[in-house]
């Protein structure tokens, strides 16, 4: 198995260098590539990538996961699955300051891209994605796993009511205020799910931070989104 590596930025694209080497088609889009809620915009980086137009959730914040299927466009939901026979198939979330997870096994077989806010954290996200790809015939001890850009804990402020969803390894404090951290805390249920630890890549660029590379909700209050496109799919060796 590869040992998880950061994130490398190609013509306004984040490529995971692990799924690069599997030949995995895959890219996530800095802002750069504009705003992902432009249909046209959303097709053009698509192609890209040497993908078609990607299927898409109606994310709600939950748990719900989704096989990736033709007709499965606009389903309520916060995840994709990827396995044999979804060649063809480009599935996609979208983000602005919640995590954006990829999840793989090491043959490139399985794989499957999850939303995550602080709601699907603290609702088992991570260990559901983990468990939608095991039931589809992957082994959680051969998955790897790789956080996109989303808001980091030095920034994350939020309210005490958040401690009784978390534990407390998944908090930072500085004085009287609370800090999330997603990193922590997804690192943590996939671990618990059996992905092996060192299978988990670094901390990715924080979206709040960065104003001139990425779309936060926090900062600009609108609907300016990034896209996490995944496919089965494998480029020319």
């Not at 698509?46 to 994310?59: E, H, M, T, V, Y």
């Not at 299927?69 to 990827?82: E, N, P, V």
């Not at 602080?118 to 790809?133: D, F, T």
Request: aromatic share 8%.
């Amino acid at each position: 198995m590869t040992a998880a590596g950061a994130w490398l930025e190609e013509e306004g694209f984040l490529i995971e260098p692990r799924l690069r080497a599997l030949g995995l088609r895959h890219g996530f889009t800095t802002k750069r590539k504009g705003a992902m809620k432009d249909s046209a915009q959303r097709e053009a980086a698509a192609a890209l990538l040497g993908l078609p137009a990607p299927l898409l959730l109606k994310q709600v914040h939950g748990t719900t996961i989704h096989r990736a299927a033709h007709s499965a466009q606009g389903l309520d939901g916060d995840g994709w699955t990827l396995g044999p026979g979804d060649e063809g198939l480009c599935v996609a979330v979208f983000t602005a300051d919640c995590m954006p997870l990829y999840l793989w096994t090491d043959d490139g077989k399985y794989a499957g891209v999850f939303h995550a806010g602080w709601k699907g954290m603290a609702a088992g996200m991570p260990g559901k994605a983990v468990e939608a790809l095991v039931e589809r015939g992957a082994k959680a001890s051969r998955l790897q796993a790789a956080f996109a850009p989303h808001i980091s804990a030095d920034v994350y402020k939020v309210g005490a009511e958040l401690e009784k969803s978390f534990p407390a390894s998944s908090f930072a404090r500085k004085g009287d205020d609370l800090f999330l951290d997603l990193d922590a805390d997804a690192r943590r249920q996939l671990e618990a799910a059996g992905v092996p630890a060192s299978m988990i890549g670094p901390a990715a660029p924080c979206t709040l931070s960065h104003e001139d590379a990425y779309h936060s909700f926090r900062r600009a209050k609108d609907g300016a989104r990034m896209l996490a496109f995944l496919s089965l799919d494998r480029r020319p060796s």
